[in-house]
């Protein structure tokens, strides 16, 4: 059977996620978070320069509402890179990324509440253990 075409980007996502949130804590027992954010985002930049230069670039699409979209997700994602920093500047890597690995829990809720997205019985079970899991890591 074909894996399906989303499975594979979700791993190496996966992947590339684990390890980004073990630099950070390297990074600030050395510098500040606020250095380290720079330097994060520029990482960022780098990879989606890389983007645009290995697949083509093309103007990018205006629509106003899916701009603004993407435009809070980069807020709020630089927001929470932010926070992990400060985190990790101050705490155990093995502990905030439990705490911070509930963050699909929130997602799943705001699908639910404002994009009316269906949960079922065992869905709801699954988020539940996986608060459990990240109260049982990070204690």
């Known amino acids: 059977m074909a894996a399906q075409s989303w499975l594979i980007p979700a791993v190496l996502c996966m992947v590339a ?9 390297l990074a600030t027992n050395h ?11 520029l990482g960022e930049v780098i990879v989606v320069a890389v983007i645009l230069l290995g697949f083509g670039f093309s103007r990018p699409e205006l629509h106003l509402k899916g701009s603004s979209f993407a435009l809070l997700a980069g807020v709020f994602g630089g927001l929470g890179v932010y926070w992990y920093l400060v985190a990790a500047d101050r705490g155990n890597v093995s502990q905030l ?5 509930l963050y699909p829990v929130i997602t799943v809720l705001l699908g639910v509440l404002l994009l009316n997205e269906p949960l079922t019985a065992k869905q709801m079970l699954g988020v539940g253990l996986a608060v459990v899991a990240v109260v049982l890591v990070s204690s």
Do not use: C, N
């Not at 510098?31 to 985002?41: G, M, R, W």
């Open 17 to 25: 996620w684990g390890f980004s949130r073990l630099f950070p804590k």
């Open 97 to 101: 990324v439990g705490v911070t690995a």
């Open 31 to 41: 510098i500040d978070p606020k250095s380290a954010l720079t330097f994060e985002v």
